[in-house]
Antibody, heavy 122, light 110 residues
Framework: QVQLVQSGAEVKKPGASVKVSCKASGYTFTSYGISWVRQAPGQGLEWMGW????????NYAQKLQGRVTMTTDTSTSTAYMELRSLRSDDTAVYYC???????????????WGQGTLVTVSS | QSVLTQPPSVSEAPRQRVTISCSGS????????VNWYQQLPGKAPKLLIY???LLPSGVSDRFSGSKSGTSASLAISGLQSEDEADYYCAAWDDSLNGYVFGTGTKVTVL
């Protein structure tokens, strides 16, 4: 069965960086893209960007351009999301999810990781 | 601030039908497929509807989606207590070149 398993909770100070991992199993990793979505406490869902597991192409949300980097390691079927210059309003649960492309998302995000809580606090 | 607008909450009695609206524009709903997600308390979102009105395998047929112009709707028939959750619409936005989620709707079963 398809599974996305994320790394554990993180506590960071303002200005620091965080890197969250997402290990995929149960399907051919390079056949699908991975999207990252975050949710601040009590708030809605926010798409952060997408990476192709096939060739590493990326598409980042305009709001996060310059602060976020998404990568993959095909040898371990793992996707990574690094966010730099953390601020208090980056405190959120971060999800990886399978699906979308660089220019569309007709089929939606069909499998999700369990979420990783990142807390930014001095 | 999301570009897709949903009502903050809807409520209805068990076994009744509720509809959740999602209003967008020509750059998102009007030109791209709409997806719907269900998020149970403390859980990751789950894909409910894709490509406007298609159900993923395993999703109850009590859920249905529709789209007209720049608006979309999710209907839940035969409402059950287990349907209490937050529901989000989503679509690609050509102007933003990104995927946008709706503001979210909390469904309460009375």
């Amino acid at each position: 069965q398809v599974q996305l398993v994320q790394s554990g909770a993180e506590v960071k100070k303002p200005g620091a960086s965080v890197k969250v991992s997402c290990k995929a199993s149960g399907y051919t990793f390079t056949s699908y893209g991975i999207s990252w979505v975050r949710q601040a406490p009590g708030q809605g869902l926010e798409w952060m960007g997408w990476i192709s597991a096939y060739n590493g192409n990326t598409n980042y949300a305009q709001k996060l351009q310059g602060r976020v980097t998404m990568t993959t390691d095909t040898s371990t079927s793992t996707a990574y999301m690094e966010l730099r210059s953390l601020r208090s309003d980056d405190t959120a649960v971060y999800y990886c999810a399978r699906g979308c492309s660089s220019t569309s998302c007709y089929n939606g995000l069909d499998y999700w990781g369990q979420g990783t809580l990142v807390t930014v606090s001095s | 601030q999301s570009v897709l607008t949903q009502p903050p909450s809807v409520s209805e009695a068990p076994r009744q039908r509720v509809t959740i609206s999602c209003s967008g524009s020509s750059s998102n709903i009007g030109n791209n497929a709409v997806n719907w997600y269900q998020q149970l308390p403390g859980k990751a979102p789950k894909l409910l509807i894709y490509y406007d009105d298609l159900l993923p395998s395993g999703v109850s047929d009590r859920f249905s989606g529709s789209k007209s112009g720049t608006s979309a709707s999710l209907a839940i028939s035969g409402l059950q207590s287990e349907d209490e959750a937050d529901y989000y619409c989503a679509a690609w936005d050509d102007s933003l070149n990104g995927y946008v989620f709706g503001t979210g709707t909390k469904v309460t079963v009375l």
